[in-house]
């Protein structure tokens, strides 16, 4: 059972169309009535494309909206495609993932993404940081320095890092089913802390309500950046319960 606060983040990735904004309407009536709501925050990350509808949904409820990323120019351009953090927090936005492993294997780059950083704050933005080691990256026992290179180029220059909240992802762990070991989870996330004092660290990478039993018991986790089983309100119900359980 814990008091503390805690995030969970829904990143709903590359699904989602009008009619699965029903599903949010039961994690509402759930918030509601849910007797420790004043311990936790829920966002929601749809595609761009619900985050309008989506804001208009939740206006009335405690859970705000985030985008799953933005360009790094904060004013209008000529960049086809693109949507910067001005036009995510003009339609509801007030939080952005910046940095998630799936971009960075899509080739953003730690400058790129301290400039969306830095933009993204500079909007009014809060951003959600993802940072995390590959597999061989592990396997070579270069998690530390693999964490430490993604915070220092990513958060350069950026003194108040009071609206910057990490997210730990092992990019091994996302969508795999696979989770860290306890012991070495909580470790990473004592090591984070250590270099980045005053911000949340959140875990992401395959949280579901049965393995929630066991993150549970890692007590300086902030929260959860939940991908597949966010799409699903029954599952990002029972996380939250079992959280609190
Ligand atoms: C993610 O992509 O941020 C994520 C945590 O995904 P999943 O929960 O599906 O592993």
């Known amino acids: 059972m814990t008091n503390k606060y805690m995030y969970f983040i829904a990143n709903w990735k590359m699904f989602g169309s009008l009619s699965s904004l029903n599903s949010v309407t039961k994690v509402v009536r759930f918030l509601k009535n849910f007797k420790k709501n004043k311990f936790l925050k829920i966002i929601y990350c749809p595609p761009n494309t619900l985050i309008y509808p989506l804001s208009k949904k939740l206006m009335k409820s405690r859970i705000d909206i985030g985008a799953q990323n933005c360009h790094e120019q904060e004013s ?30 899509a080739g953003e780059s730690d400058k790129m993404i301290n400039k969306k950083i830095k933009s993204a704050l500079k909007t009014g933005l809060k951003i959600i940081f993802c940072i995390g080691e590959t597999i061989h990256e592990r396997r070579k026992k270069n998690t530390k ?101």
């Open 145 to 245: 320095s693999v964490l430490s290179k993604q915070i220092r180029l990513g958060l350069m220059n950026i003194k108040n890092k009071k609206d910057i909240i990490i997210a730990y992802e092992p990019v091994w762990s996302i969508g795999t089913g696979i989770i860290p070991k306890l012991d070495d989870l909580s470790k990473i996330i004592y090591f984070i802390k250590r270099k980045v004092r005053n911000c949340k660290i959140l875990y992401g990478g395959s949280v579901n309500p049965k393995n929630l039993d066991k993150l549970k018991f890692i007590k300086n986790i902030d929260g959860y950046l939940v991908g597949g089983a966010s799409q699903d309100s029954k599952k990002f119900i029972d996380i939250i319960k079992k959280t609190y359980n």
């Open 76 to 105: 209008y351009g000529a960049f086809t495609g693109s949507i910067n953090s001005f036009m995510l927090k003009n339609v509801g936005a007030k939080y952005v993932i910046i940095g998630h492993s799936e971009n960075r294997h």
